[in-house]
């Protein structure tokens, strides 16, 4: 556990990056409700690759061309569902964005 994506398991690349879940409150509570956990789940070792974040969530997005960290903001939290290839997506409605009332 750890080391791939809880959603899809996808490992680090060249073009995708593993990230932890956050420490903040508010966005630790709209990362639990776009995976499907909750408050009791342990996510300490659990990671959602980049590929479920919008560009403008990352401090330098092109980061990882350049041989650098891809770095999220720290109010960051995952809204694409559009990985083909993630089992997940597959039991959802994978059109877009989750619907996240007030906090969009």
């Known amino acids: ?7 899809c398991g996808s490992v680090n690349s ?3 990056s593993l990230h932890k879940f956050p420490t903040n409150q508010e966005t630790l509570t709209l990362w639990l409700q776009f995976c499907k956990l ?3 789940d342990d996510v300490s070792k ?11 969530n990352f401090i330098d ?8 960290r891809m770095v999220l ?3 960051a939290f995952p809204r694409i ?3 083909s290839s993630c089992a997940f997506d597959n039991e959802n ?10 906090y969009l």
């Open 81 to 83: 569902r559009k990985r």
């Open 61 to 68: 997005s092109t980061a990882k061309s350049k041989g650098g």
């Open 93 to 102: 409605d994978n059109s877009g964005s989750i619907e996240l009332g007030n």
């Open 73 to 75: 903001t720290e109010s």
């Open 46 to 56: 659990i990671k959602i690759c980049s590929v479920y974040f919008l560009a403008e």
């Open 14 to 16: 060249t073009t995708t």
């Open 38 to 40: 909750n408050e009791n």
């Open 1 to 7: 556990m750890g080391r791939y994506c809880y959603l």
